[in-house]
């Protein structure tokens, strides 16, 4: 008998490699289906990963494979709610790729639907799995930062929309604030607690959009994959300062373009005791017998993606065979919608948002 969790993809563009890759290596599970409204790229898909079952609807897949365990959903953006209602009213956990939805109303569906099934939704928070993350918890875990109060979180790209469906609000939901945002400002939320969320105060601005026109400067490569004809309605820079319950504040940057020098992603916190960059390298900045001191670890500590995507599959493998609790749970991806919705209502009416 084969008692193997079965697996099944929804999308299987760029990220599902990721997925797949780390479901293929999993000795408890085994990857039986694809599934994507893409007909080329789901033959390709199929024979490279060596798939046989492959379906153009999710609710055919469900309805002709009822042994299917397990779903990782890597659509666009617009399509993460409705497969992943799908899957678990069909009685699948599912592991959903972030940003969980296009808003609040749509996450808490979600969420709703997976407590009607008793079925396990996870969200692809995937640098909650990171080995600089880990890092930083030690040192938080510790003590070493005191009561931390402030944090900056930037992640900007000169010219690196990427074109496709990520210019496209119908699809996306946005810019980099839900496409490059959620990572960081969720990376925060971890490290700090995973706090209730107060209050935001947002700004975005769509001026740039995605500049086919500009040349690649020598060393710089431009991330714009589809060039003039692309859609492109979404915000090119999003930037908020979000209060959250436990007193702290973030101050969070994100862009597709924007004429500034370098692409930029890193984390600060700031606490009582020392403060903590993640640059992407780590450093703690603090006082050592009354001098001003900076620690750097003698060991690689930036962002590494090797076996990254492993932990994050391995884990919610693990919880839906074991019933062990997500790290990543939808309540953490609803939270995340929240101040994604407050921070474009913000920009839109010039005026803080206070999140109930
Ligand atoms: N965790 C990360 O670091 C990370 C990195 C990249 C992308 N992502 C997320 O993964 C998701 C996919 O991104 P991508 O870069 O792989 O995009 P992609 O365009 O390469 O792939 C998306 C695929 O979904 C398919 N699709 C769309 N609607 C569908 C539906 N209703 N049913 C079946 N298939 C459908 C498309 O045809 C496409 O092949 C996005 O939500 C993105 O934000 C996460």
Known sequence: MNDKLKVAVIGVGGISNAHIGAYKKNPDCEVVAFCDINEKVLKAQGEKHGVKKL?????VMFKEMPEIGAVSVCT??????????????????????KPMALNAAQAEDMEAAAKKSSKKLAVGFVRRFGNDCAI??????NGNLGEIYYAKATYIRRNGNPGGWFGDKSRSGGGPLIDLGVHVIDLVRYLTGNPKTVSVYGAAFTKLKN??????????????????????DVEDLAAAMIRFANGTVL?????????????????????????????PEFSLYTEINDYP???????????????????????????????????A?????????RILDAIYRSAASGHEEIIG
Do not use: Q
């Open 76 to 97: 666009w953006n617009s399509a993460h709610a409705l497969a992943t209602v799908a899957a678990l009213n069909a009685g699948k956990h599912v592991l959903c790729e």
């Open 251 to 279: 101050n969070v940057e994100t862009s597709f373009s924007l004429n500034t020098e370098k692409d930029e992603g890193k984390i600060e916190l700031f606490g009582t005791k020392g403060g903590i960059k993640l640059d």
């Open 329 to 337: 749970p939808a309540a953490d991806g609803i939270e995340m919608m």
């Open 136 to 141: 930083a918890r030690d040192f938080i875990g």
């Open 293 to 327: 001191a900076d620690v750097k670890l003698a060991m690689p500590t930036a962002l590494s993606f090797e076996g990254l995507f492993a932990k994050e599959i391995n884990h919610f493998v693990d919880a839906v065979l074991n019933d062990t609790p997500l790290l």
């Open 211 to 232: 500049r086919p026109n500009l040349k690649s400067a020598k060393g710089y490569v431009s991330v714009s994959s589809e060039g003039a004809k692309d859609i492109c």
């Open 55 to 59: 379906y153009a609807d999710y609710n």
